[in-house]
Each structure stands twice: as structure tokens, then as C-alpha cells.
């Protein structure tokens, strides 16, 4: 009897030129998946980092892209053409809390306009599931930690935590009426090996390789759920298998009881103190910091922490890079890359 084989499952990736984007294509891919990648090289950081992460994906077996944004009919309907689609990772967005103070009318375009043009998509041709990202930056003022999915989370901080809230209310209200089983992510403070250059650890890091001194923002009292790349990829692919079903995990679960929808925490689940994650950077340079205090930023939150109970009845507890671990994966690359 000849061998049946089976075609390998499709998914698009959206914003599959940036950091958690390219992390999550190259390990689709790994795993024998068709890629389809969406990204729009905008230059809102230096372009030659995209264009070098897509660089490692572009000579592998089974991966396409197409350059343009989701706002873009073209760019968008040469991407959605490639389909039909096992899954839809919906990564490409406008990030960065201060930055959305000083244009907010980039937030609009990408998160908002880019998101719905995805939405409509997948209306008319849906996938087997749908997995956006959001962001913890949508549990804005509340207090009372871990974050759970079930809180309430109303009060945003910043116009990027807003609209990203939006998104998540925009692709309810597609899974209500469509049917549109879908996953909204809020990823917790993620680093690693090709990170962005405009967050806090290359920041750090190119500051005590130049001499510079590093910026603390409220005294340096500040924690978050620092979540290693690695681990959020192996947690958002895992989570490709379980589509929201019809009965909660339990009490904690926040899937929608009108709709194929449902929110999950990407954590830890461990906070670590400010003062931790630069000491782990300046063991893995060999360098001390030089530090200089500064206020509270507007749009910033002093912690964030992440309840996983969720994410791990879904999935199963997941192992967590140690943080020291993880910052000498990502001194390394920085070293290799920047010739530091």
C-alpha cells in the first residue's frame, strides 16, 4: 500500500520581519509548517534589523513573504492569496508605549486599520484559528497582581495599551458573529536574541558596552515578568492546538461565553526586581553600569506580573529559561551582531 502523505499545515504570520514575528516563523518552519510572512519594514527602528532577521528566514524550505503593510489592499490580498491558512499569527503592529505619545496616529493606522482589514479577511475566508497579539500594557492601573485574564481592564496608560485593548474588542465581536475562533495574546515583557533596539535590554546593554549610563525611570523601582523569547514561542505555538472550545478550563478561564474567544496570559509568572535584570546584564557583558535616576514616564506602569493558571491548564506547565540564561543568550547575539 503506497504512503499517504500529508500536506504540511499553512500559517501567516504578520510581522514576521520582527522580533517575536521571525522567532515565532522560524520555529513554525522548524516544526515542517508552510510560512507565509507579512511584513511592512517600517522604519520606526533601523529597517537592516528586519531585513537581517528575514535574512534567516528567507533561504529556508517553505517559507514566503511579501513586503507591505495590512492597511495596504495589495501588500495585504498578495499575502492572504497565499492561503487557505491552518493558522493565523497576527503579530505585525506598532509598538512602544512612548513613542504612541508622540504619534498616535501611527497606532491608528497599524493596530487599529491593519487589525480590521485582518478581521474582514478572515471573515470571508477563516482559518482553523485565529491568534493575535495583545499586550499586559492592557491591565493599565490595576493594582492587585498576578494579572488574570478575568480582571477587569479598563483603565489603560498609555494611547498603545488602548489600542490594543481595542483589538481585543474588535476580534470578540468578529468571533461572535462570524464564528471566528480566536486567541488574543498579552505578552509580558519579552527579550532575547534579536530584540528591539528601543527596549529596556539593549538599551542596557549598548549604554555599558559605550559607557553611557543606563536610565531608571521611578528611582529604578520597578519589576516586571521578564518572559525569555523562547519561552513565548514555545507557549504561542503550543496554543495553536487548543482553539477555544466550548467549556471553560475552569473559573479562571476567560473564554467568552458568547463567542469562540478567548484571552491568555504569555508569562513567567515570576516578577523580577529592575535592579536583578541589570545586574544580570552586567555579569553577562563583564562590565558595570553606570546608572542615572529619572521619574516615572508617562503611559508606564511601576510592575507587571502575569498569572499563568491558564496558560498552563491549557498547555501544561511550561519549563522557565532562567533569567540569567536568557541574558547571556541575548548579550551574545548583541556581541556577535553589533560587534561589541
Do not use: C
Given at each position: 500500500?503506497?504512503e499517504?502523505?500529508?500536506?504540511?499545515r499553512?500559517?501567516?504570520?504578520?510581522?514576521s520581519a520582527?522580533?517575536?514575528?521571525?522567532h515565532?516563523?522560524a520555529r513554525?518552519?522548524?516544526?515542517?509548517?508552510r510560512?507565509?510572512g507579512?511584513?511592512a519594514?517600517?522604519d520606526?527602528?533601523?529597517?537592516?534589523?528586519?531585513?537581517?532577521?528575514n535574512?534567516?528566514?528567507?533561504p529556508r524550505?517553505?517559507f514566503?513573504?511579501?513586503?507591505g503593510?495590512?492597511?495596504?489592499?495589495?501588500a495585504?490580498?498578495r499575502a492572504?492569496g497565499?492561503?487557505?491558512?491552518?493558522?493565523?499569527?497576527?503579530?505585525a503592529a506598532?509598538?512602544?508605549?512612548?513613542?504612541?505619545?508622540?504619534?498616535?496616529?501611527?497606532?491608528?493606522d497599524?493596530?487599529?486599520?491593519g487589525?480590521?482589514?485582518?478581521?474582514?479577511a478572515?471573515?470571508?475566508?477563516?482559518?482553523?484559528?485565529?491568534?493575535?497579539?495583545?499586550?499586559?500594557?492592557?491591565?493599565g492601573?490595576n493594582t492587585?497582581?498576578?494579572?488574570r485574564?478575568i480582571d477587569?481592564?479598563?483603565h489603560?496608560m498609555?494611547?498603545y495599551?488602548?489600542t490594543k485593548?481595542?483589538?481585543?474588542?474588535?476580534?470578540?465581536?468578529?468571533?461572535?458573529?462570524y464564528g471566528?475562533?480566536?486567541?488574543m495574546?498579552?505578552f509580558?515583557?519579552?527579550?532575547?536574541?534579536?530584540?528591539r533596539?528601543d527596549?529596556?535590554?539593549?538599551?542596557?546593554?549598548s549604554?555599558?558596552?559605550e559607557?553611557?549610563?543606563?536610565?531608571?525611570?521611578n528611582?529604578g523601582d520597578?519589576?516586571r515578568d521578564f518572559t525569555f523569547?523562547?519561552?513565548?514561542?514555545e507557549?504561542?505555538?503550543?496554543?495553536?492546538?487548543?482553539?477555544?472550545?466550548?467549556?471553560?478550563?475552569?473559573?479562571?478561564?476567560?473564554?467568552?461565553?458568547v463567542?469562540?474567544?478567548?484571552?491568555v496570559?504569555?508569562?513567567?509568572?515570576?516578577p523580577?526586581?529592575l535592579a536583578e535584570?541589570?545586574?544580570?546584564i552586567?555579569?553577562?557583558a563583564?562590565?558595570?553600569?553606570?546608572?542615572?535616576?529619572?521619574p516615572?514616564q508617562?503611559?508606564?506602569?511601576?510592575?507587571t506580573w502575569?498569572d499563568?493558571?491558564?496558560q498552563d491548564a491549557?498547555?501544561?506547565p511550561?519549563?522557565v529559561t532562567p533569567?540569567?540564561?536568557?541574558?547571556?543568550r541575548?548579550?551574545?547575539w548583541?556581541?556577535?551582531?553589533?560587534?561589541?
Amino acid at each position: 500500500m503506497a504512503e499517504t502523505r500529508t500536506a504540511p499545515r499553512h500559517a501567516l504570520v504578520t510581522g514576521s520581519a520582527g522580533f517575536i514575528g521571525h522567532h515565532v516563523a522560524a520555529r513554525l518552519l522548524d516544526d515542517g509548517w508552510r510560512v507565509t510572512g507579512l511584513d511592512a519594514m517600517s522604519d520606526y527602528y533601523d529597517p537592516a534589523l528586519k531585513r537581517a532577521r528575514n535574512a534567516r528566514l528567507e533561504p529556508r524550505d517553505g517559507f514566503a513573504w511579501v513586503e507591505g503593510r495590512l492597511e495596504d489592499p495589495d501588500a495585504f490580498a498578495r499575502a492572504w492569496g497565499a492561503g487557505p491558512f491552518d493558522a493565523v499569527i497576527h503579530l505585525a503592529a506598532q509598538a512602544g508605549v512612548r513613542h504612541s505619545i508622540e504619534a498616535p496616529g501611527d497606532y491608528v493606522d497599524a493596530n487599529l486599520r491593519g487589525t480590521f482589514a485582518l478581521l474582514e479577511a478572515a471573515r470571508h475566508r477563516p482559518p482553523a484559528h485565529l491568534l493575535l497579539a495583545s499586550t499586559s500594557s492592557v491591565y493599565g492601573a490595576n493594582t492587585a497582581m498576578p494579572y488574570r485574564e478575568i480582571d477587569r481592564a479598563d483603565h489603560q496608560m498609555s494611547f498603545y495599551a488602548a489600542t490594543k485593548k481595542a483589538t481585543e474588542a474588535m476580534a470578540h465581536s468578529y468571533a461572535h458573529l462570524y464564528g471566528l475562533p480566536t486567541t488574543m495574546f498579552r505578552f509580558f515583557t519579552v527579550y532575547g536574541p534579536w530584540g528591539r533596539p528601543d527596549m529596556a535590554p539593549s538599551l542596557f546593554t549598548s549604554a555599558i558596552f559605550e559607557g553611557r549610563p543606563i536610565k531608571l525611570f521611578n528611582g529604578g523601582d520597578m519589576r516586571r515578568d521578564f518572559t525569555f523569547v523562547g519561552d513565548l514561542v514555545e507557549r504561542l505555538v503550543a496554543l495553536i492546538d487548543v482553539p477555544p472550545g466550548d467549556a471553560p478550563a475552569g473559573d479562571f478561564d476567560s473564554l467568552s461565553p458568547v463567542a469562540p474567544h478567548r484571552i491568555v496570559n504569555i508569562g513567567t509568572g515570576r516578577p523580577t526586581e529592575l535592579a536583578e535584570f541589570v545586574a544580570s546584564i552586567e555579569r553577562a557583558a563583564g562590565r558595570a553600569a553606570l546608572r542615572e535616576m529619572h521619574p516615572m514616564q508617562p503611559g508606564d506602569v511601576p510592575a507587571t506580573w502575569a498569572d499563568t493558571t491558564l496558560q498552563d491548564a491549557l498547555i501544561g506547565p511550561r519549563q522557565v529559561t532562567p533569567l540569567q540564561t536568557g541574558i547571556d543568550r541575548f548579550v551574545d547575539w548583541f556581541r556577535d551582531y553589533h560587534g561589541a
